[in-house]
């Protein structure tokens, strides 16, 4: 909603003042210069990037129209399902989680918690470092390194899509200039013509630039600190699951471990101390 919103101000902001100033708006609408640097920017993009980027980045931007799944609610039915596996281990043992990792989608824990079981990423962090748990004796430390290189290797392949569009962004002005300096190029050669005509052919020339700097400063490039922060958000997911499963390892009773969990967390989407007990608790009445 924000992001339509956005973009309907940007559009009203620059044509109205435009308008305003006595300007016709049909002038503008030059799809020769639009196609010229549409084209040499998404020619560019192919080139730049290799076919996983490519893919990436397109998947990745229709995410921006959509409104973002992590609020109080996700981490705290991610707080409880933590809570509830690692109750289940510290009652039953380890041994008694191995069907639930194994096949999570038909798990009694993992199927309370759909919004969670939906990612297959979170699944899968959770159930390889539960699955390392089960099989052995851990070092906590080590296992704590192997977690950060996973989160950064992920937030890596997250940041792809988000530099791609920045050099997009940073090519479409360069592009405009290239439209503009061709359709000054088209008007030198029609230089006989009547004035009136050869004013036409320099605004069409000018409208060049002006897509340029305004595809790329207001449509491309927000886009991409857009996806930016969706990024940071989701890594708080994996690093919640890191110190709950740490504070675990390291001896902390289940409470205590998802508490580690809930501090980590950005202050704009955490539970506090007394809503997440809360919510336990009426969890396990359930």
């Known amino acids: 909603m924000f992001v339509i919103i956005g973009y309907v101000v940007l559009v009203g902001a620059v044509l109205g003042g435009f308008v305003l100033a006595g300007g ?27 076919p996983k980027v490519v893919k990436a980045t397109f998947a990745a931007v229709p995410k921006v129209l959509k409104g973002s799944r992590l609020n109080k609610a996700l981490y705290m039915d991610l707080l409880a399902m933590l809570f509830e596996i690692l109750s289940k281990v510290r009652k039953e043992g380890l041994m008694s989680v191995e069907s639930d990792i194994e096949n999570p989608e038909s798990s009694p824990i993992f199927s309370k918690y759909p919004a969670i079981v939906g990612d297959h990423h979170l ?59 061709m359709g000054v190029v088209h008007t ?16 069409a020339a000018l409208v060049g630039t002006f897509l340029g700097i305004l595809l790329s400063y207001g449509f491309v490039a927000p886009v991409g600190t857009a996806l930016e922060h969706k990024l ?3 890594a708080k997911l994996f ?12 001896g902390y009773a ?3 471990a998802v508490e580690f969990g809930r501090k980590v967390l950005f ?15 009426s969890r396990k009445g359930k």
């Open 123 to 181: 699944v899968e962090f959770l159930t390889d470092y539960l699955r390392m748990m089960v099989g052995g004796n851990l070092n906590a430390f080590e296992i704590e390194n192997l977690m950060d290189n996973e989160i950064e290797t992920h937030h890596h392949e997250g940041e792809l899509p988000i530099h791609a569009l920045g050099k997009v962004a940073d090519g479409l002005p360069a592009f405009g200039i290239v439209a503009a300096v």
């Open 232 to 234: 940071h958000e989701e």
């Open 239 to 250: 690093q919640c699951m890191k110190v709950v499963l740490l504070a675990s390892m390291n």
């Open 24 to 50: 016709h708006v049909h002038s503008l609408i030059q799809p020769t210069e639009l196609l010229s640097i549409g084209g040499a920017t998404l020619g560019a993009f192919f080139v730049a990037n290799p």
């Open 254 to 256: 289940p409470q205590v």
């Open 188 to 203: 030198m050669e029609s230089v006989g013509i009547p004035p009136a005509e050869l004013g036409k052919l320099i605004a």
């Open 267 to 281: 202050s704009t989407d955490r539970p506090s101390f007394r809503e997440l007990e809360d919510d336990l608790k």
